[in-house]
């Protein structure tokens, strides 16, 4: 399929009118939550659903990598830091195939990523090039927030967004061209998505023991860790 219609300024033009109602809909979770009796647990039922606003004004990020990279992370959507901007939340470099990985990014998004996300990959003999050159992450939702709203009344209201197909669709190109996926986040979401992964799942497809982390380690992916390993050393 064509790469072109998951570039950032396609994805906005796609999704741009669905962000300010979905934000609705965070905000009436917000105010439910207010209604609360006054509470520790009020408080943070309150931050979390503030967490799941999208954050529009930093752009679409879908696909960040190189399209024929033999292994595939599939994420849920992006995040940010305090101090996020367009211009900072994607860097893409010709160098630097999955720019996360680059010297170039923010200096947060480098720790971040090099000292957290692909520590043990580099424990393991791999360097950060071989992780640019041979990896690619996909967003099931080119979007930023916080947090993800999980499979709720929000969750199916991102998968109505008009970029689900083509992001879906692309995914799919890259099942049949036998890449290996490993899942961080969203599984149900990516597996109703693309039901093709589904049966790939302990072969092809490894999912986190712990998807609250992005952390890409042996023991949140125990059975798929060596088939990893080998991947992006060859």
């Not at 509470?39 to 752009?59: D, F, H, N, Y």
């Not at 211009?87 to 947060?108: F, I, K, N």
């Not at 970029?163 to 599984?187: K, N, Y």
């Not at 093709?196 to 999912?207: H, I, K, Y």
Request: glycine share 6%.
């Amino acid at each position: 399929m064509g790469i072109d219609l998951l570039a950032p300024s396609a994805l906005e033009a796609m999704d741009l009118a669905c962000i300010a109602p979905y934000n609705r809909l965070v905000e009436a979770e917000v105010a439910r939550c207010t209604l609360m009796p006054d509470s520790e647990k009020k408080t943070k039922r309150i931050e979390k659903a503030q967490s799941w606003r999208l954050q529009p004004e930093l752009g679409a990020l879908c696909v960040d990598g190189d399209p024929a990279a033999p292994v595939v992370y599939l994420q849920a959507n992006p995040s940010y830091g305090e101090d996020a901007t367009r211009a900072t939340h994607y860097q893409p470099h010709p160098d630097w195939p999955l720019s996360v990985a680059g010297p170039h990014v923010h200096p947060a998004t480098q720790t971040y990523y090099r000292h957290t996300v692909f520590l043990h990959l580099q424990q393991e003999g791999i360097s950060i090039s071989d992780i640019s050159r041979k990896m690619l992450k996909v967003e099931l939702c080119p979007w930023a927030s916080r947090r993800w709203p999980g499979e709720g009344k929000l969750g199916v209201a991102l998968s109505r967004f008009p970029s689900r197909e083509p992001i879906s669709r692309f995914v799919e190109h890259l099942v049949d061209r036998g890449a290996l996926f490993i899942v961080a986040r969203a599984w149900g979401s990516w597996f109703k998505a693309v039901p093709s992964l589904v049966p790939l799942v302990g072969t092809r497809v490894f999912t986190s023991r712990t998807p609250s982390s992005a952390l890409i380690c042996r023991g949140f992916y125990p059975e798929g860790w060596e088939r990893l390993v080998a991947a992006l050393r060859s």
